[in-house]
């Protein structure tokens, strides 16, 4: 099917984003445990309790290795802001299937009388998240999948380098450049090999210039 579109929001530079969202967000957050399905690993929703209606859904990825437990403190952030956070515990995500996998099992979930997401998450409103190798299943997700293409925003954090891929020795490639979706791309000024300054840069770069693309690096 085709993605369903949203009027997209003025950026407003006296609203101090970063101070204001570094702080929690008004709503307190329920963990609902996510059984194996399709074939893929469990997992774990991060969900607003309270929420007026059903909750726009961030898809994470986690990074080489890691379960979602890793980034339990960023879930519950990002869904304290009111947003409802899905996690995999895959922890080699490079191709994409897996984020794929999971918006698809959203849908059926939030449609589903007796799920504990039923009417609570608006699977059809999703974004890419991810860090590391998670940075780049963000990617795939999106320009390998149809249901990928419906996503409405990406977050790519360190995403690795040709050189750091082969030096993990990690089966995973990527191409931002069918990139289409508004993007935010972070790393750090000392992150020199994994994620280098000048990487992100060629990446956000090469981003779609019709979409809203943001690019922040940190200091250290």
Do not use: K
């Given at each position: 099917g ?11 530079p006296?609203?101090e984003i970063?101070?204001r969202y570094s ?6 957050v329920?963990k609902?445990a ?8 469990d997992?774990?929703a ?8 059903p909750?726009?859904v ?9 379960p ?5 403190a960023i879930?519950?952030?990002?869904a ?7 996690g995999?515990n895959?922890r ?9 996998s999971?918006?698809?099992n959203?849908?059926l979930?939030s449609?589903t009388p007796?799920?504990p ?8 409103s999703?974004a890419?998240?991810g860090s590391?190798q998670g940075?780049?299943?963000t ?6 999948f149809?249901?990928g293409?419906c996503?409405?925003t990406l977050a790519?954090h360190g995403i690795?380098?040709?050189?750091a891929i082969d030096?993990?020795?990690?089966d995973?490639?990527y191409?931002?450049s069918?990139v289409t979706?508004?993007?935010l ?5 000392e992150d020199?090999f994994?994620?280098p300054?000048?990487?992100n ?12 693309n943001l690019f922040g690096?940190?200091?250290?």
């Open positions: 085709g993605c369903s579109t949203s009027t997209p929001h003025a950026y407003d006296a609203q970063e101070y702080a929690p967000g008004p709503f307190a329920q609902v996510l059984p194996p399905a399709s074939g893929q690993p997992g774990m991060f969900i607003p309790i309270g929420h007026d209606g909750a726009p961030v898809v994470w990825q986690n990074g080489t290795g890691e979602i437990a890793t980034y339990d879930a519950r952030h990002l304290s802001w009111g947003l409802a956070v899905l995999s895959d080699q995500m490079g191709s994409g299937e897996t984020a794929i999971l918006i698809g959203a849908v979930w449609a007796g799920h997401l039923h009417g609570r998450i608006d699977a059809e999703f890419l998240v590391s940075a780049v299943r990617i795939n997700a999106h320009t390998r149809a249901l293409r996503a409405t790519i690795p380098s040709r050189d030096f993990f020795r990690l995973i490639a191409d931002a069918g979706a508004p993007t791309v972070l790393t750090g000024t020199e994994i994620s300054v000048s990487l840069q060629l990446i956000f770069d090469g981003l779609s210039p019709s979409t809203l690096v940190a200091r250290g």
